[in-house]
C-alpha cells in the first residue's frame, strides 16, 4: 500500500472502492500525464507504477467520486512535508546502529510516560519539544532507572499542539515534532557526542532529514541507552479536526458536510472523544489498522504499543471489536512475540489478557488498572485530612494484589498519568486530578507531609505486583499539572530549573525514584508473582505485605506506614526467622541524608513469637509516612 519506491520509480496503491478514477500527481509528473493513472481491481484498490519516482519527492493523490473530485493524502503516506501537507516518498535506508539490544522480558518494564511537545522543549517559544530534543535527554531517562519509554501518540494530527489523540495520518509522524534540515547540524553533533559515548558510529546530517528519520533515531539511540520504545496507537477513533485531504470520505462519497456517516469509507456513524469510531466491519480498515501496527514493528523497531481505549474498540463497533483485537494481537504475536501489547480497557476486564484459545480472550500481554490507581490516592487523600483518624488500608490491600489477571504482572500501574494530571479544559472538565505532591498536602506541596507521602505513594507503585509507570516529572516531585498547549500555558511546562538549580526537594526525590526503581531490578520478589498481605490496620495506618518468586523464594517484606510521627516497636509478622536486613527506608531521603533519620540499624531479627499468621515476627521502628523493605 501506499508509494514503494522500486527499479527506476515507484508504485502507488490506495483503497477508493467508490471512486471513478485515481491520478497520483507529484514533482515527478504533471497533473495531465496519464503515467500518473491508477487502475481499479475487483476489490476497490487502486494501483499502478510510476517511472521517475525518487527518495523525497513530493505526491498527493487527486481522486474523483460521487461528490466531485480533490486530493487526498495518502493513508499510508510516510511522511508529510509543511506548508501543504504533501506526502513524501521515502526509501527504508535509515542506518540503524548495532545496539545489541534485546527487548526485556514484560515483568521487567518500568514504564516511563511522556508527551515529546512538552516534556524538554530547550527551544520554547520558537519551537515546543521535537524527536531531537528528546533524545538530549535519553541519558537522564536511563539513569533514572526505567526499562520504556512511552509516547503520547506521535503521528500527525491537525496543529501543533494537541495530546496526540485526534491523529488523522497514521503512518506520518507529527510534523512540529521535526527539526528542518537546515536546522539540524547541532542537533546531529550532541547526537553524536551520545552515539560515541557508547561506541557507535556517528550520524552523518542526511541520515536525519525529515520527521520520519528523526523518530526512528530517538529509537536507534533509546535503545543504544538500554531502554525500549512503546508507540501509543489509537484504533478506536480518528479525527477530530478532518481536513479534506484526510483518509475522511476518503473516495469523495457525497455526504461530507451532512453528514452521511456511513458514506464515510473508513468510519461509522459511532463517535468518541470529539472523533469518529473506525468501521471495524470492514475488512480494509481492519487491515488499515493491523498495517499500521506491523509497520512500526518493521520500520521503527518499536518494543511495544500502548493501544487506546480498546473498551470504545469493543463496546462501540457494532460487534465486531473484539474479534478485530483478537486478529491485531495473533498478528503481532505471529510476526513479533518480543512486542509488549498493552490494552487500556474501562473497566478493566481479565479476558483483554487471556489469549484467544482461552476464554475467548483478546490476546494482549498487559492491561491498565485502576484498582490500585484509586486506592492510593484515596489513601493520600484521608491522610492530608489533619488528625490521627484511620486510613483506607483494608481497601489499599485489596486492589494492590491483582489477583482478578491471568499474572499479576499483567496489570499496569501508576498514580499519575497523561489524562489524570493534565491541566482541565474547561470548567466541566471534572476528570482531572492533582499531581501527588499536590494530592498529599493541598496546603504546600513542598513541606514534609507532602514530599513523605509522595515518596510512599510512588514506593507502593514500585512495590506491588504488576508493571509500574512513571509520568513526566513524577521523579522529582513536579506538582503542577500539564498541559499539551504549552504556547498558551508555557507556566506550565515541567520545572526542570527547580531540579538542576533551586529545590533540593526535588533533586533529593529523584534521588529516591531512582533508587526505589533499583531497588525493584535488583530484588527479582518485588518482578515475581508471589503476594500474600501480612497485616493490614485502618487504625494504626499500617499495610504489610510480602513479595516472593514462585518456586524459588527470594522472600521480601515491604511495610507502609502513614503515621505522623514515629512508631517504635511496632510487631510485624515475618515469613522466616533470622536477620532480615532493611534494605530500603524512604525516611532517608528527607533533606538527604536525612540527619535524624528513624529506621532500624541497617535490619532487624525476626525471633519473637508467630503473628499475623507467619511463624515469626519482629518490632519494627516505623518513621512516619514511610515505606520500608526488608529481604534476606
Known amino acids: 500500500m501506499g508509494a514503494n519506491l522500486i527499479a527506476n520509480g515507484a508504485t502507488f496503491k490506495v483503497w477508493a472502492p467508490h471512486a471513478t478514477s485515481v491520478l497520483v500527481q507529484g514533482n515527478f509528473n504533471l497533473a495531465s500525464d496519464e503515467q500518473g493513472r491508477l487502475n481499479k481491481d ?7 507504477f510510476v517511472p521517475g519516482v525518487e527518495n523525497g519527492h513530493h505526491y498527493k493523490f487527486y481522486i474523483d467520486g460521487e461528490a466531485g473530485p480533490g486530493w487526498k493524502r495518502d493513508p499510508y503516506a510516510r511522511e508529510l512535508q509543511e506548508p501543504t501537507w504533501q506526502c513524501v516518498v521515502r526509501k527504508d535506508d535509515f542506518p540503524w546502529h548495532n545496539t545489541g539490544f534485546v527487548t526485556p522480558p514484560f515483568h521487567h518494564f518500568i514504564i516511563y510516560q ?24 535519553l541519558p537522564y531517562i536511563a539513569q533514572l532507572g526505567v526499562t520504556a519509554i512511552q509516547l503520547l501518540p506521535i503521528q500527525e494530527f491537525p496543529g501543533d499542539f494537541s495530546l496526540g489523540y485526534n491523529g488523522t495520518d497514521y503512518f506520518s509522524p507529527e510534523m512540529a515534532y521535526g527539526i528542518p534540515d537546515s536546522d539540524l547540524s547541532p542537533y546531529v553533533d550532541r547526537m553524536n557526542q551520545l552515539l560515541q559515548a557508547k561506541g557507535h558510529e556517528p550520524f552523518e546530517v542526511h541520515d536525519l532529514h525529515g520527521e520520519m528519520n528523526q523518530l526512528k533515531a530517538l529509537v ?16 478506536n477513533h480518528a479525527g477530530g479536526g478532518f481536513g479534506e485531504e484526510t483518509l475522511w470520505f476518503f473516495d469523495r462519497q457525497a455526504g461530507a458536510d451532512e453528514p452521511r456517516w456511513w458514506n464515510s469509507l473508513y468510519f461509522t456513524d459511532k463517535t468518541w472523544a470529539g472523533g ?3 468501521n471495524f466491519m470492514s475488512e480494509p480498515v481492519r487491515a488499515f489498522l493491523i498495517d499500521n501496527a506491523r509497520f512500526f514493528v518493521d520500520e521503527y523497531r518499536v518494543d511495544g504499543f500502548r ?19 483478537q486478529d491485531l494481537t495473533r498478528t503481532l504475536k505471529h510476526q513479533a512475540p518480543h512486542v509488549l501489547l498493552h490494552a487500556e480497557y474501562w473497566n478493566v476486564n481479565p479476558l483483554i489478557v487471556q489469549p484467544p484459545e482461552w476464554d475467548n480472550g483478546a490476546g494482549f500481554d498487559t492491561t491498565m488498572t485502576d484498582g490500585p490507581r484509586l486506592a492510593i490516592r484515596t489513601m493520600l487523600e484521608a491522610a492530608a485530612t489533619p488528625g490521627n483518624h484511620a486510613l483506607p488500608m483494608t481497601a489499599l490491600a485489596a486492589e494492590a494484589n491483582l489477583h482478578y489477571l491471568r499474572d499479576r504482572w499483567r496489570g499496569v500501574n501508576s498514580i499519575e498519568n497523561h489524562d489524570l494530571v493534565m ?3 474547561d470548567a466541566s472538565d471534572h476528570n482531572r486530578m492533582p499531581r501527588i505532591a499536590q494530592l498529599a498536602d493541598p496546603s504546600n506541596a513542598r513541606s514534609w507531609y507532602a514530599k513523605s507521602r509522595s515518596r510512599v505513594a510512588t514506593g507502593l507503585v514500585m512495590t506491588i505486583p504488576g508493571i509500574p509507570m512513571l509520568f513526566m516529572g513524577q521523579e522529582f516531585l513536579e506538582d503542577k499539572p500539564w498541559t499539551d498547549d504549552v504556547e498558551r500555558h508555557p507556566e506550565l511546562l515541567l520545572h526542570w530549573d527547580g531540579l538542576e538549580a533551586d529545590d533540593p ?16 531490578k535488583t530484588y527479582p520478589a518485588l518482578r515475581g508473582e508471589g503476594y500474600a498481605d501480612i497485616h493490614v490496620h485502618d487504625q494504626n495506618r499500617v499495610f ?4 516472593w518468586v514462585e518456586g524459588e523464594g527470594h522472600d521480601v517484606v515491604v511495610v507502609v506506614f502513614l503515621g505522623n510521627t514515629t512508631w517504635y516497636g511496632y510487631e510485624i509478622g515475618f515469613p522466616g526467622n533470622g536477620f532480615w536486613r532493611e534494605i530500603f527506608n524512604s525516611d532517608v531521603y528527607e533533606n538527604w541524608v536525612n540527619p535524624a533519620v528513624a529506621g532500624n540499624g541497617g535490619g532487624v531479627h525476626a525471633d519473637g513469637p508467630a503473628r499475623h499468621n507467619r511463624p515469626h515476627s519482629a518490632r519494627l521502628t516505623l518513621p512516619a509516612n514511610s515505606i520500608l523493605v526488608f529481604a534476606r
Open 423 to 425: 491541566l482541565a479544559k
Open 544 to 547: 504489610a505485605f510480602q513479595r
Open 505 to 520: 526537594a526535588m533533586r533529593n526525590h529523584l534521588r529516591f525514584t531512582r533508587e526505589i526503581i533499583e531497588l525493584r
Open 42 to 48: 475487483a476489490l476497490g484498490y487502486w494501483s499502478g
Open 307 to 325: 493501544f487506546d481505549e480498546v473498551s470504545v474498540i469493543d463496546h462501540e463497533s457494532y460487534g465486531r471489536g473484539w474479534d478485530f483485537c
Open 276 to 278: 469518529v469510531v473506525f
Open 220 to 235: 536507534d539511540l533509546s535503545h543504544a541507552y538500554g531502554m525500549a520504545v512503546i508507540f501509543d496507537l489509537v484504533f
Open 114 to 137: 511522556f508527551h515529546v511537545g512538552a516534556f524538554w522543549t530547550p527551544n520554547y517559544p520558537q519551537r515546543l519539544g521535537t524527536f531531537l530534543d528528546v533524545i538530549d535527554r
